[in-house]
T-cell receptor
Framework: DTGVSQDPRHKITKRGQNVTFRCDPISEHNRLYWYRQTLGQGPEFLTYFQNEAQLEKSRLLSDRFSAERPKGSFSTLEIQRTEQGDSAMYLC?????????FGPGTRLTVL | GIQVEQSPPDLILQEGANSTLRCNFSDSVNNLQWFHQNPWGQLINLFYIPSGTKQNGRLSATTVATERYSLLYISSSQTTDSGVYFCAVPGEYGGSQGNLIFGKGTKLSVKP
């Protein structure tokens, strides 16, 4: 396993701009998850995919957020019209059996 | 939804000391994971332990599912053990194969 990778690792943007993050899961893991983590808190679930199907979205995922996994491999998370409250670490995970494996995260700062 | 509480919130140890971290959860679960988040933010799997006891080197974990708690033991702590320790249980989406609900973590600092 090469591990879950995320790109970019850091992103600084101005309020109102759009940003897109990429996650490459461990190969052959068919479930992929996105979480958001703010300072001093544990990760909070945003959405997950089984293969290319987006199965669930949490109440945290506002209309400005969209996620895709077009071929059941990598996934993208887009935030439109970013707000300062979107500043957080965005984590991706993929799953084998009962264990989720996390990527290094993308730290977003909205100025 | 299920609630996950971890204690203590902060812990400072001298290198070589032992410690016990606790995770309480409000409902029965069939999946529980412990993670270590290092100072660079990477979440590292420590244990998948829905019940019973497991050991991995200086770390061990015990989950008593009937009493809704899990314990993580760190023996002979090292400075590299510093970071935040999270426990996580299945959330409301997708059953045991779905999302995880995390506690707020225990922040451990090991001093040389």
């Amino acid at each position: 396993d090469t591990g879950v990778s995320q790109d970019p690792r850091h992103k600084i943007t101005k309020r109102g701009q759009n940003v897109t993050f990429r996650c490459d899961p461990i190969s052959e893991h068919n479930r992929l998850y996105w979480y958001r983590q703010t300072l001093g808190q544990g990760p909070e679930f945003l959405t997950y995919f089984q293969n290319e199907a987006q199965l669930e979205k949490s109440r945290l995922l506002s209309d400005r957020f969209s996620a895709e996994r077009p071929k059941g491999s990598f996934s993208t998370l887009e935030i439109q019209r970013t707000e300062q409250g979107d500043s957080a670490m965005y984590l991706c995970a993929s799953r084998r059996a009962d264990t989720q494996y996390f990527g290094p995260g993308t730290r977003l700062t909205v100025l | 939804g299920i609630q996950v509480e971890q204690s203590p919130p902060d812990l400072i140890l001298q290198e070589g000391a032992n410690s016990t971290l606790r995770c309480n959860f409000s409902d029965s679960v069939n999946n529980l994971q412990w993670f270590h988040q290092n100072p660079w933010g990477q979440l590292i799997n420590l244990f998948y332990i829905p019940s019973g006891t497991k050991q991995n080197g200086r770390l061990s974990a015990t989950t008593v599912a009937t009493e809704r708690y899990s314990l993580l033991y760190i023996s002979s702590s090292q400075t590299t053990d510093s970071g935040v320790y999270f426990c996580a249980v299945p959330g409301e989406y997708g059953g045991s194969q779905g999302n995880l609900i995390f506690g707020k973590g225990t922040k451990l600092s090991v001093k040389p």
